[in-house]
């Protein structure tokens, strides 16, 4: 069964640094790209980060340069290292496969407010 299990969320002043953790089922790890997504109250879930399994790296223009994706083959588990966070970076974080599989995990919250 695939699955994702996000950690790492909690509150943050602005401009403060969060490093988020994803341990994934090692089946959907090991082929395909992983990606982190968000979701804020309100909105659609949007992409955030992506890295292949060659470890590659993208991220839409807002992120780049704060967020930094990286991945651990030997332990199945993606990272997300956030720094000058910004109170619009509040939302509920998610790890998926890039495409997204269609199981989703609890997320971790992300809450950056001063």
């Known amino acids: 069964q695939v699955q994702f299990v996000e950690s790492g969320g909690g509150l943050v002043q602005p401009g403060g640094s969060l490093r988020l953790s994803c341990a994934a089922s090692?089946?959907?790890?090991?082929?395909?790209?992983m990606g982190w997504y968000r979701q804020a109250p309100g909105k659609s879930r949007e992409w955030v980060a992506v890295i292949t399994r060659g470890g590659s790296t993208n991220y839409p223009d807002s992120m780049k340069g704060r967020f930094t994706i990286s991945r651990d083959n030997a332990k199945n588990t993606v990272y997300l290292q956030m720094n000058s966070l910004k109170p619009e970076d509040t939302a509920v974080y998610y790890c998926?496969?890039?495409?997204?599989?269609?199981?989703w995990g609890q997320g971790t919250q992300v809450t950056v407010s001063s």
């Open positions: 998926n496969a890039n495409p997204p599989h269609q199981n």
């Open positions: 090692g089946s959907i790890f090991s082929i395909y790209a």
